[in-house]
């Protein structure tokens, strides 16, 4: 009984204490000052073109095009928020001719925004992998950038050996984005 007893007098003194506690006030304001700054990098296009495919009926095409849809631009969340791009490109060209490759970033009304060209040297036997220097895409030029629906591959082949059906080799491009984002 004297434990009983002893028992309940402690709850008694020590139980309001278990529902008394510190706290301080809570500034939710601080969601205003909030600022987050993802990077987010993504494959852009590729391509991998075999060297008889310059041909057509045995004859040579000198100039080759392919156009591919591009509706990155088309989330309004994305566009708001980008703030810088930076377009990387490779090329690798095991065929002995030289090539030039232009990118156009086209409008919805086909017009051509922005054009970037890659020179890709002739193969000679060693590695012809050509890492080309980043487009920089801020400001007026992300705005053009932001406009685009479209991207044309255009693709020249410099004068050199012929090519025919049975002609070796190939012309690779690999290229990559870093779209670098601000949320307020």
């Known amino acids: 009984m004297k434990l009983f007893f002893k028992n309940k007098i402690f709850l008694f003194l020590f139980l309001p ?3 008394i506690s510190c ?3 809570l500034d ?3 969601v205003d000052d909030l600022k987050l700054e ?3 990098v993504a494959n852009v296009a590729h391509f991998d073109v075999p060297a008889n495919e310059f041909t057509d009926d045995g004859q040579e095409q000198l100039i080759a095009f392919d156009e591919k849809e591009f509706d990155v631009f088309k989330k309004k969340f994305f566009t708001d928020n980008l703030v810088k791009l930076e377009l990387d490109c490779e090329t690798e060209n095991t065929i002995a001719r030289a090539f030039t490759i232009d990118l156009l970033l086209l409008n919805e009304n086909g017009n ?3 054009t970037v060209t890659l020179e890709t040297p002739a193969y000679s036997g060693n590695a012809n992998v050509i890492k080309h220097s980043t487009e920089l895409f801020e400001g007026q030029r992300l705005d053009l950038l932001k ?3 479209k991207i044309r591959f255009v693709v020249k082949m410099g004068a050199g050996v012929p090519l025919d059906e049975n002609s070796a080799g190939s012309l690779k491009l690999r290229s990559g984005a870093t779209a ?5």
Request: hydrophobic letters at 50%; zero cysteines.
């Open 180 to 184: 670098y984002l601000v949320i307020e």
């Open 38 to 40: 993802p990077v987010f």
């Open 147 to 149: 406009q685009t629906v």
């Open 112 to 114: 051509v925004l922005e």
């Open 17 to 19: 204490f278990v529902f």
């Open 28 to 30: 939710f304001d601080q």
């Open 23 to 25: 706290s301080s006030d």
